[in-house]
């Protein structure tokens, strides 16, 4: 078990949730997105729930062992999310059109490189 402190206060979720949510803060920092990823997290009763963290480039979180339950249970009681993707997200062309597409960028690139013609 983990205690994941963060600047809003703190919660305790399993270790392979933090390994993945730590791995995860990187990927969405590298490509300068937020999203939201819900994680089940151990309540201070015993019970756990599901909480939605907004994930940033910003996120910091600083992360500390906590004891109290077996392996097994851990990852009963706190399985992984899926995490959605982040980054550029689109089709590529597969056509002749495309081609002509990167033609264009590259002309668009190079004008913008010469200052547009000054």
């Known amino acids: 078990m983990k205690r994941i402190t963060y600047s809003g206060g703190s919660i305790v979720t399993g270790n392979a949730i933090t390994a993945a949510l730590l791995h995860y803060t990187t990927t969405v ?18 019970e756990t729930s599901v ?14 062992d906590v004891g109290g339950i077996t392996a097994d249970e851990e990852a009963k009681r706190f399985p992984v999310p899926a995490m959605p993707q982040v980054g550029i997200q689109g089709k590529v ?7 002509q597409t990167a033609d264009d960028l590259d002309l668009i690139m190079r004008e913008i490189d010469n200052g547009l013609g000054q």
């Open 29 to 46: 920092a590298d490509a300068e997105n937020s999203v939201t990823v819900d994680i089940t997290v151990l309540e201070e009763n015993g």
């Open 51 to 64: 909480h939605t963290l907004l994930l940033s480039p910003a996120s910091q979180f600083d992360v500390a």
């Open 93 to 99: 062309e597969t056509n002749a059109d495309a081609g």
